[in-house]
């Protein structure tokens, strides 16, 4: 690293630890948004179905549960029965007819609870008239990761901050030396351009690094994440996405001459990759004609790829794509703001 980069880039590293507001958007608010999604959306027990028993006893209700401990049944009259199945306090009614294995039901097809509850109690009630029925042996419980939300989210969250740090950490940051009239001052001095733009870029982008590391040790400490695959694919893979997205912040700042133009391009850029390429739920949930434009995102390619590693125990063969995709915003970008890019 030449001699002016490397001072420059010393500048802005002092720069930022000497604001401690920086200092808590960087590393603290992204934590804070981790562990508060997370413990909200953290897998749950199996979900207890209430039944209401209509016209039977206690012992019926007892002889059911005790056959699915799943199942919360409770005797009731008719009206009493029917008001809380309307109110959603129950998810289904039992009436017994001709036998005790033998039941009507009334449920709300409309309702996912009521469905469930219709399932199990005809699972129940099958095996129960034909004893003979072949069932598995035994089973058993299991809980892995890769599969819970803390996990989808988790990489959507890495793609995210590299996003906002490249964007708004460069992007913001040159606007707002142009705006206080800062950055033409710097035409009489011998810096390069190149040099300047560079060494925000890598400022920016290491911040960021030590941001996702503590992202991850989190992920590990409070949710038991691992990562399955490759951590030098994976540390290419968000080196290249830190970079793409500074190039694209580079860009808006070369033209934008007043804060609240910058704000509104970055955040024209920012908010429908938030919405479209999969930080919190998955970008396949859209229309098939939309694809091809969301899966050319450069959040995208970096979701993608960072949920392929990390998940799904990928390597340098699954992130091809996607830093293709990345390379190409990046180069692009960069490119485009050196041609663009005045001190005035």
Request: net charge positive; charged share 15%; hydrophobic share 50%.
């Amino acid at each position: 690293m030449n001699a002016p980069l490397a001072q420059l880039l010393l500048t802005r590293i002092r720069e930022f630890y000497r604001e401690p507001s920086a200092i808590f958007w960087v590393y603290g608010f992204p934590l804070l948004m981790a562990l508060i999604l997370g413990f909200a959306f953290q897998s749950k027990p199996v979900e207890v179905i209430a039944v209401d028993l209509v016209g039977g006893t206690d012992d019926d209700a007892k002889l059911l549960t005790s056959k699915d401990d799943r199942l919360k049944i409770t005797v009731n009259d008719e009206t009493a029965a029917r008001n809380r199945l309307r109110t959603d306090k129950t998810s289904l009614l039992l009436y017994p007819i001709d036998g005790p294995t033998r039941y009507r039901m009334e449920y709300d097809n409309n309702r996912p609870g009521s469905v469930l509850a219709k399932t199990a109690l005809e699972s129940l009630l099958i095996r129960e008239a034909n004893p003979n029925l072949q069932v598995p042996a035994s089973s058993e419980l299991t809980s892995q990761t890769g599969g819970r939300y803390i996990d989808f989210l988790l990489p959507g969250l890495i793609g995210t901050n590299l996003m906002g740090g490249g964007l708004f950490g460069v992007g913001f940051l040159i606007v707002d030396l142009r705006v206080r009239k800062l950055l033409k001052r710097f035409v009489a001095t011998p810096m390069r351009k190149t040099d300047f733009m560079l060494s925000i870029m890598l400022s920016r982008l290491m911040f960021t690094l030590l941001d996702i590391v503590i992202l991850l040790v989190a992920g590990a400490l409070f949710f038991s994440m691992k990562i399955y695959g490759s951590w030098l694919a994976l540390g290419v893979l968000v080196v290249v996405g830190g970079m793409c997205f500074a190039g694209m912040g580079l860009v808006i700042a070369s033209r934008a001459k007043t804060l609240e133009a910058g704000s509104g391009m970055l955040n024209a850029i920012m908010l429908p990759m938030y919405l479209l390429s999969g930080v919190f739920f998955s970008a396949t949930n859209f229309p098939d004609w939309a694809q091809p434009f969301i899966q050319a995102l450069p959040l995208t390619a970096l979701n993608n790829g960072s949920r392929a590693i990390i998940n799904e125990g990928g390597g340098f063969e699954v992130i091809a794509g996607p830093l293709a995709i990345l390379a190409v915003w990046g180069v692009g970008s960069f490119a485009i703001a050196l041609k663009l890019f005045r001190w005035r």
